[in-house]
Structure formats: C-alpha cells, structure tokens
C-alpha cells in the first residue's frame, strides 16, 4: 500500500524543476449575492460550535488562526465534519499541515449554492509562492451531488455574521499544491504516466487551464501488462498516445461524485465505468489506491490497472 505522503513526494523528481510553471487560473470574482447575513454577532466558528464540529474548533484553536475565521469578510468557509478529519490520513494531521489546509477552506465573498457552477473555481486564503489556490467546484448527477475540491457538501448556506457555511462530509485535502496534472503525474511510481504524457505529445494538453480527469496506473501496473502490448508500445508514439488517451476523460470527476454504473468516454473514444462502490470505488476493475489528487485543471486517481485499448492487446 501506498502512503500518502507520496503528495510530499511529487515533484522531487529532477524533471519537475524543468517543467513549465503552472498557469495562472481563472478565478470568479468574489460576489456579493442575495444572502442576508445574521446580525446576532454569530461569526462562523459559533457556527461551527452549533454544527458540532469540535475537530474543526479545535484545530482553528490549535493553530491560532481564529481571527481569519472571524473577521468581518463576509467569506465562505466550509466546515468538515469531525468525522471527516478521522478519515484524513495521519501525514496530514500534523498542525502544518492542518493549518494550510483550515486555510484552504476559508473562501473570499459569499458563494451560496445558487451561484455555485460546475467547474467553477473559488479563490481560498492558502497563499503558495504568492498565489491563492483554487477550491474547485462540481456538481454531479443532476444537483444531487455538489463537491468542493472532491468534498461533498451536505448542508449549504448557513448564515454567520460574517459569511456563510458550507458543511462537509470530506475534509479538502490533496491540494492542488503540484500544479497541472502534466506536472501532478511526476510521482516516483507513475513514471510510466509522466513518460507517456510526453512521448505521447499530451503533457501540453494537461498543462493548460481545461479540467481533465486523469486515472494514472501505478509503474508496478505497467510491469504487469502482457509482453505483447509492451512490445507494440515501445518506440511507437502513436500507440502510447492512444494508450495515455484511454486514461484521459474531459471534465473534472472526484470519486465522492461517482456512482456505480456511471461511465465515462476517454479521450480515445473508449468506455470505462464505475464497478462498485463499497466504500472503495473501482473503475474497469482498477482499484483507486490514491484517489482524488486535485490539480489546477482537474483531478488525479492512481489506479492498479492499465486500461489496454482493445487494439493493442
Ligand atoms: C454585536 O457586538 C457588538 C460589539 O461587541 C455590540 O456593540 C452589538 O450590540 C452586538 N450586536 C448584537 C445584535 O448582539
Ligand atoms: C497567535 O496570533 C497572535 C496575533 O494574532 C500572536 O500574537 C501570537 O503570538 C500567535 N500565537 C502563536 C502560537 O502563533
Ligand atoms: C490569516 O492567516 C494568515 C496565515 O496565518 C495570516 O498571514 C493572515 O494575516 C490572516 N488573515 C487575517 C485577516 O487574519
Ligand atoms: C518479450 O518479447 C521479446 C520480443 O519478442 C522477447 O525478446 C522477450 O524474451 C520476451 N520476454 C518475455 C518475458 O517473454
Ligand atoms: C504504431 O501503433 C499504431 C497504433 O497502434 C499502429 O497503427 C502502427 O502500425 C504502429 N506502427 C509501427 C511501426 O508498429
Ligand atoms: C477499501 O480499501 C481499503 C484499503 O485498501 C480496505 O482496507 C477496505 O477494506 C476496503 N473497503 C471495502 C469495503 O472493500
């Protein structure tokens, strides 16, 4: 199994140093909207405490940033859960760590569900090398399902004094702290992914601002595949763009926004679908060991299967 201190990891290769910065994204400017706040002086961390989110509070405590949730603003924050912040691996639960992320989820301007447009990108207060990371925001089979930065929503709007409160069952973790997903897949064991996207002529494609979601099988999923296919893809460009595109679906698809028997076209033209979910989500039969990597244009799964077109079997 893999750890997910492996985000520590990204870009450690030499290679990243060589590659392109990411690119400035397009951001919604913050907007005031019909929301009435509360006066009864109830900031959103009263809110919280009404929530009963208690990780939260006590997190926001721990790492001394309660003046950025209680400033005037007016702001959105999402709240997770305190079962949420369970779930969250223990590499993240070090207060740095945590304090980058709480940061993450303070949002400038109001964004009530009402405004809320898939794809559509919210500047947070977490500042890296002098840019504001983007939440990124989808909506999912009809309205049911509307996450920020992979992390469903579950209850919207609720009025603070100085913002409102988006309630989550996910904490947003995983940041887009890597840039693209053309940068994002140069991970010690995806280097077969980050090889292909290049020799495939697709690393430009996922550099830029067009939200792609990319399930990238593990280097060990590679040695696995028969000798045959191995023998039709080395030193043949057009068999790894062909290959590297049946991993590729446009749009932005976390895992908390599947359901089984959703399906996806790949930029190849082929299907892959949701097997099942049992707490674990499979695709085609891969597993997602490290699912949901968001990227400024999109979003990353590991995999444990390469998806073979049928032609290069
Ligand atoms: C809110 O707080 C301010 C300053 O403490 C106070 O002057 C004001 O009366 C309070 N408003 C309400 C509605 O409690
Ligand atoms: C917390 O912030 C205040 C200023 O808002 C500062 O005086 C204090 O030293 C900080 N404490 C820690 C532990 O960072
Ligand atoms: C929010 O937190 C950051 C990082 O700790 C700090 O630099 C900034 O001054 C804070 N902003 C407000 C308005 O408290
Ligand atoms: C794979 O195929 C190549 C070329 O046909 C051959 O030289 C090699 O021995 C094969 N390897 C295995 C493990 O079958
Ligand atoms: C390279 O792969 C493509 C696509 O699979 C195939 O059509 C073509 O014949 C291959 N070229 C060579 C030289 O094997
Ligand atoms: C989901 O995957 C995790 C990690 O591989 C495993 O521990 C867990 O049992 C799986 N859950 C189900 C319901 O299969």
């Given at each position: 199994?893999?750890?997910?201190?492996?985000?520590?990891?990204?870009?450690?290769?030499?290679?990243?140093?060589?590659?392109?910065?990411?690119?400035?994204?397009?951001?919604?400017?913050?907007?005031?909207?019909?929301?009435?706040?509360?006066?009864?002086?109830?900031?959103?961390?009263?809110?919280?405490?009404?929530?009963?989110?208690?990780?939260?509070?006590?997190?926001?405590?721990?790492?001394?940033?309660?003046?950025?949730?209680?400033?005037?603003?007016?702001?959105?924050?999402?709240?997770?859960?305190?079962?949420?912040?369970?779930?969250?691996?223990?590499?993240?639960?070090?207060?740095?760590?945590?304090?980058?992320?709480?940061?993450?989820?303070?949002?400038?301007?109001?964004?009530?569900?009402?405004?809320?447009?898939?794809?559509?990108?919210?500047?947070?207060?977490?500042?890296?090398?002098?840019?504001?990371?983007?939440?990124?925001?989808?909506?999912?089979?009809?309205?049911?399902?509307?996450?920020?930065?992979?992390?469903?929503?579950?209850?919207?709007?609720?009025?603070?004094?100085?913002?409102?409160?988006?309630?989550?069952?996910?904490?947003?973790?995983?940041?887009?702290?890597?840039?693209?997903?053309?940068?994002?897949?140069?991970?010690?064991?995806?280097?077969?992914v980050a090889y292909g996207?290049?020799?495939?002529?697709?690393?430009?494609?996922?550099?830029?601002?067009?939200?792609?979601?990319?399930?990238?099988?593990?280097?060990?999923?590679?040695?696995?595949?028969?000798?045959?296919?191995?023998?039709?893809?080395?030193?043949?460009?057009?068999?790894?763009?062909?290959?590297?595109?049946?991993?590729?679906?446009?749009?932005?698809?976390?895992?908390?926004?599947?359901?089984?028997?959703?399906?996806?076209?790949?930029?190849l033209g082929e299907t892959?679908?949701?097997?099942?979910?049992?707490?674990?989500?499979?695709?085609?039969?891969?597993?997602?060991?490290?699912?949901?990597?968001?990227?400024?244009?999109?979003?990353?799964?590991?995999?444990?299967?390469?998806?073979?077109?049928?032609?290069?079997?």
């Open positions: 199994m893999f750890s997910c201190s492996l985000k520590y990891m990204l870009c450690a290769s030499i290679l990243c140093a060589f590659l392109p910065k990411p690119f400035n994204s397009l951001t919604l400017s913050p907007r005031k909207d019909d929301i009435t706040l509360t006066n009864d002086n109830a900031s959103v961390l009263e809110i919280a405490e009404k929530l009963g989110a208690t990780t939260f509070l006590d997190y926001v405590h721990k790492t001394n940033l309660t003046k950025n949730f209680t400033r005037p603003g007016p702001l959105t924050v999402f709240i997770p859960s305190n079962q949420a912040f369970e779930e969250i691996p223990d590499e993240e639960k070090d207060l740095s760590v945590i304090k980058t992320l709480l940061l993450y989820h303070i949002i400038h301007g109001l964004h009530p569900k009402s405004t809320i447009k898939n794809e559509a990108k919210l500047k947070s207060e977490y500042k890296m090398e002098d840019k504001y990371l983007d939440v990124r925001m989808n909506i999912y089979h009809n309205g049911q399902i509307i996450t920020a930065s992979g992390s469903p929503i579950v209850n919207f709007d609720i009025k603070a004094s100085n913002g409102i409160v988006h309630f989550l069952s996910r904490v947003m973790y995983l940041l887009p702290e890597s840039g693209t997903l053309a940068q994002q897949a140069y991970t010690p064991i995806t280097r077969y996207l290049m020799d495939g002529g697709l690393a430009e494609k996922l550099n830029k601002k067009e939200p792609y979601t990319l399930f990238a099988p593990t280097d060990l999923a590679f040695e696995q595949l028969p000798n045959k296919t191995m023998q039709i893809l080395i030193g043949n460009k057009t068999a790894i763009r062909r290959l590297m595109e049946n991993h590729i679906v446009s749009g932005t698809y976390f895992t908390k926004g599947m359901r089984e028997k959703d399906k996806f076209t790949t930029l892959i679908q949701v097997d099942s979910i049992k707490g674990n989500v499979t695709i085609s039969g891969a597993l997602l060991p490290l699912p949901d990597f968001t990227a400024t244009n999109g979003v990353m799964h590991l995999t444990t299967k390469v998806f073979v077109p049928p032609d290069l079997f």
